[in-house]
């Protein structure tokens, strides 16, 4: 064979290689849609008094306040918008009123529901601390929980609830009753409806089950009726993690805003990712740090009608306020 052929079909070889490297990155790692949020403030710093933390991992928000799990404080901290306290409750322990190591927050009608993971229930709450009743306790049968993570309220009032070391995720009736399940108790697996530590569920407008595949670093998808709809997070949505557009470190929240819009806290990667309802990536905000507009381990975010983001600082021991590029606002 000539050397100039040699040559020619070596050339060709590398453009092709380069094509399918370029289509690979393309195909995985998506441009952004919609430009990145814009920092607003931030409060909180470790410790143990009123606006300060010691882990925050979860958060909510209704009616114009902010609701944060400080989780080893033993308690749910409410501030307003700008991050004024505004009060707190719970304190260490397994009666009804106490906490330990309050996780993910949902809130449903006029309720604050808090997924407690050393006490391996679902305790819910009025918005204004006082202690309604209990769902749940520790096991691996129907109904029962190990160190739950996330809990989401149906219209029905059904809760649906991650239950991490028990690798699934629960439908209860809202006494606890049992309806169904997704992911097999107890076996962790990468295929879709199986998952690896879920960390937190969504409900969206149609009804359909987002949820945060943790260790899996995806997000799967479910419809009203219980069937796998889809799932995303870096090639294939099988377990492999990066840094790049659409992928996660661990995925430790998600919610879904009054428009649809999924918004992920992507934790090791130390950000928020935002999608659409069908999983296209649109924007993220979050770098590592302690400046402001950095996180430390972002956890958790909760989104307000108006678009405002809030998020649950990990590492910082802070909360941080967000708003849509361009949106005025408080």
Not at 261 to 266: K, Q, S, Y
């Amino acid at each position: 064979m000539k050397a100039t052929t040699v040559l020619k079909l070596a050339r060709n070889l590398a453009v092709a290689i380069v094509v399918l490297i370029a289509g690979g990155w393309f195909a995985f790692v998506p441009s952004a849609r919609e430009p990145p949020y814009q920092f607003v403030t931030a409060w909180g710093e470790k410790g143990n008094g009123p606006g300060q933390f010691n882990d925050p991992v979860g958060i909510a928000v209704a009616d114009g306040e902010v609701f944060v799990s400080d989780s080893r404080n033993a308690r749910i901290q409410v501030f307003d918008f700008d991050g004024r306290f505004k009060r707190e409750f719970g304190a260490p322990g397994a009666e009804p009123g106490k906490l330990e190591r309050p996780m993910n927050l949902a809130v449903h009608r006029g309720e604050l529901y808090v997924a407690e993971y050393f006490n391996d229930r679902v305790q819910v709450f009025g918005l204004d601390g006082t202690p309604k009743r209990i769902v749940g306790k520790a096991g691996s049968g129907p109904g029962e929980f190990k160190a739950p993570g996330g809990v989401a309220v149906a219209t029905n009032g059904d809760l649906f609830v991650a239950d991490f070391y028990n690798q699934r995720v629960q439908q209860l009736k809202a006494d606890g009753g049992f309806v169904r399940q997704w992911g097999t108790t107890g076996k962790i697996g990468v295929w879709a409806g199986e998952f690896n530590y879920p960390t937190d569920v969504a409900l969206g407008p149609d009804g359909a089950l987002y949820v945060a595949d943790g260790y899996n670093d995806r997000v799967q998808v479910f419809d009203r009726d219980g069937n796998f709809r889809r799932k995303w997070g870096g090639p294939f949505a099988m377990n492999i993690f990066g840094p790049f557009n659409g992928w996660f470190a661990t995925a430790t929240r998600v919610t879904v805003d009054k428009s649809g819009n999924v918004f992920v806290a992507d934790f090791y990667n130390h950000r928020i990712q935002k999608f659409t309802a069908d999983g296209e990536f649109l924007t993220s905000f979050g770098t590592q740090g302690q400046g402001s507009g950095e996180f430390n381990y972002a956890i958790a975010v909760a989104v307000a009608d108006d678009g405002t983001a809030f998020v649950a600082d990990f590492g910082n021991n802070r909360v941080e306020k967000w708003r849509p590029a361009g949106r005025v606002g408080r």
